[in-house]
């Protein structure tokens, strides 16, 4: 059974940083998704453990980072220049084979982190 556990959400100004980490029990693709409130959940950013490929949606490219820390099992989402239409719950998941950009192919889930940013 895979376990996701994610954590640095929070509260912050329009145009500051925050660093979500998901720390995973074994390793897969893994990505970031984002739901704001009345929205389905969109694809943030994935990344291939072994290869460290990434992909990114067009509206998160230059501002957010997703990396991995292979002695920590940690995924990283490095958020930079936040804007108020990035607030929502943010989930990591994991595949065992390969990144999507639809959470319907994701087998497994952390709890979310909520992210709010502030006009």
């Known amino acids: 059974q895979v376990q996701l556990v994610e954590s640095g959400g929070g509260l912050v100004q329009t145009g500051g940083s925050l660093r979500l980490s998901c720390a995973v029990s074994?390793?897969?693709?893994m990505a970031w998704f984002r739901q704001a409130p009345g929205k389905e959940r969109e694809f943030v950013a994935a990344?291939?453990?072994?290869?460290?490929?990434?992909y990114y949606a067009d509206s998160v490219r230059d501002r957010f980072t997703i990396s991995r820390d292979n002695a920590k099992n940690t995924v990283y989402l490095q958020m930079n220049s936040l804007k108020p239409e990035d607030t929502a719950v943010y989930y990591c998941?994991?595949?065992?084979?390969?990144?999507?950009?639809?959470?319907?192919?994701?087998?497994?889930w952390g709890q979310g982190t909520q992210v709010t940013v502030s006009s």
């Open positions: 998941a994991a595949n065992p084979t390969r990144y999507f950009k639809n959470a319907a192919s994701y087998n497994y």
């Open positions: 074994s390793v897969y693709a």
């Open positions: 990344i291939y453990w072994s290869s460290g490929n990434t």
